[in-house]
């Protein structure tokens, strides 16, 4: 009711027509000429020419690995990523042979370097069992008391508000970091379980219910024994989301996300400051939010298309969303391209993998076929309309909403279950950052403002 409040009264001070105004005021006198970015060194969005990434730094932690340069040029390879050098493919194949949960153990090589022992695995789940309540009357204050439609800037304000309960806050030297850090990850899928069941009770008028976390379960396991009001779950869904989880925790430090992590880190700021700034950049939908929107764009095209096994209707319908003249008009295919990756993206690779049993099993094979037939048509609309022939293959947010759709996650969980496995990455990259990384980030920006003598304020027009 609060927020409701709020909203009226900033609809009596900011008025439709004053908005209007001052922002066509903005239009007037702010605008670069696109020329500047072609005639200059300037590296708009930090990359090159050819779309890679200004290199900022070395580190230890992971790495995205897309094409090879060929005398100057990117030649497409299939897509690997590794997490401190290890191959993740065979990491989640290992997993899988083992039939056992690996998040965990995904944690621990991000973190600390190496891969675990089977004593020291047991130990480091032990303590995450034990650092997964909140403080006392955290839930009651600062979830329950101000609920939010967004889990995701819940979590962002959760995070921030946890600085309050710590005795220690600023320090930052690596053990203090470190034991911040672990508290954090241990604590995120109770965080996001429980301010998804507020939004519920507040905002869609459902029942509340407040699960208290498992010590001996996995993460993967507390995340669907918490959201879901009966508590239960299958093997098989636990397992699949472990292999989410593993698959989004690390993606290299130039990732949007984990790069804000960094940049705030650089600045000495404290631990609850830098996670906080890196949930606000996964929110976004050229980020973590592009699952979501993967899932709103493929009930729009089923809308719309009548049959969805024909190619030439479905390729029509694409080169509309390309056009602006269909989906949400941003001219974008979710789930389509990434900034390294060039034949495949591994993440994408395997969720396909068992999107396609998923679907058999749940009985929405049409559905997952036409998200693949997206996946083949795509590349060959842009080329049509844009003259795109780049190679452009699917990432992973788009086989990602249609596994948590299938496991009948609610779509507000999409972005914050990525949270709650990346924050594992952005721990691992703010203490290298504190460790090794010592120096303040600040790029340049070139000034394309003309100098002008200041005009007292009587003789302006």
């Known amino acids: 009711m609060s927020e409701n409040i709020r909203e009226n009264r900033d609809d009596e001070v900011f008025t439709q027509d004053y908005i209007k105004n001052i922002c066509d005021r903005f ?29 900022a730094g070395f580190t230890l932690i992971g790495n995205v690995h897309g094409y090879v340069l060929d005398e100057g040029d990117k030649a497409p390879v299939p897509g690997k990523l590794t997490y401190r050098g290890y191959d993740v493919t065979k990491f989640v194949e290992a997993c899988e042979q083992e039939d056992r949960y690996g998040f965990e153990e995904a944690a621990y090589l991000l973190l600390f370097g190496e891969l675990p022992t089977r004593d020291q695995l047991d130990e480091f789940c032990t303590l995450l069992g ?26 962002a304000r959760n995070v921030l508000s946890l600085y309050s309960y710590d005795d220690n806050p600023d320090d930052t030297s ?55 009001a009966d508590n239960k779950f299958t093997k098989t ?10 698959l989004h925790a690390e993606h ?9 992590a960094r940049v705030l880190a650089s600045s000495g700021t404290d631990v609850y400051s830098c996670i906080a700034a890196a949930v606000g950049s996964l929110k ?26 024909d190619e030439d209707e479905v390729a029509s319908y694409l080169t509309k969303i390309i056009n602006k003249e269909a989906g949400d008009r941003t001219g974008l295919i979710y789930g389509m391209g990434h900034a390294i990756y ?96 010592n120096r303040l980030m600040r790029p340049a920006y070139k000034s394309v403002a003309k100098n002008r003598d200041y005009v007292p304020i009587g003789e302006r027009g």
């Open 27 to 55: 239009s007037k006198y702010n605008y670069i000429d696109p020329r500047h970015y072609t005639n200059t060194n300037v590296k708009l969005g930090l990359r090159n020419i050819d779309g890679t990434g200004i290199c």
């Open 130 to 155: 034990k650092c997964r309540e909140l403080p006392e009357f955290f839930t009651e204050n600062m979830i329950i008391k101000t609920p939010s439609r967004d889990i995701m800037n819940k979590l």
């Open 174 to 228: 690596l053990e203090n970091v470190m034991r911040q850090c672990l508290y954090l990850i241990a604590r995120f899928p109770i965080m996001v379980a429980y301010a998804y069941q507020v939004k519920k009770y507040f905002f869609d008028r459902e029942s509340l219910y407040i699960h208290f976390p498992e010590d001996n379960m996995s993460t993967a396991e507390n995340i669907l024994r918490t959201i879901r």
């Open 237 to 246: 869904e636990a397992r699949l989301l472990d292999m989410s989880l593993i």
């Open 252 to 260: 290299g430090g130039g990732n949007n996300s984990s790069f804000a």
């Open 284 to 309: 976004g939908h050229r980020h973590g939010g592009a699952n979501l929107k993967v899932i709103k764009m493929l009930k729009d095209i089923m809308e719309n298309v009548k049959d969805w096994k």
């Open 342 to 437: 060039t034949e495949s993206d591994p993440r994408a690779v395997l969720l396909k993998k068992h999107a396609r049993e998923l679907a058999v099993e749940k009985g929405i094979l049409d559905a997952f076929e036409l998200l693949d037939l997206i996946e083949r048509l795509a590349p060959q609309a842009f080329f049509k309309v844009k003259g795109y022939d780049k190679p452009m293959c699917a990432n992973v947010d788009l086989y990602s909403g249609f596994v948590y759709n299938s496991l009948d996650i609610p779509s507000e969980l999409y972005t914050p279950l990525f949270a709650i496995s990346r924050v594992v990455g952005w721990s691992a990259h703010i203490i290298e950052e504190h460790t090794l990384g």
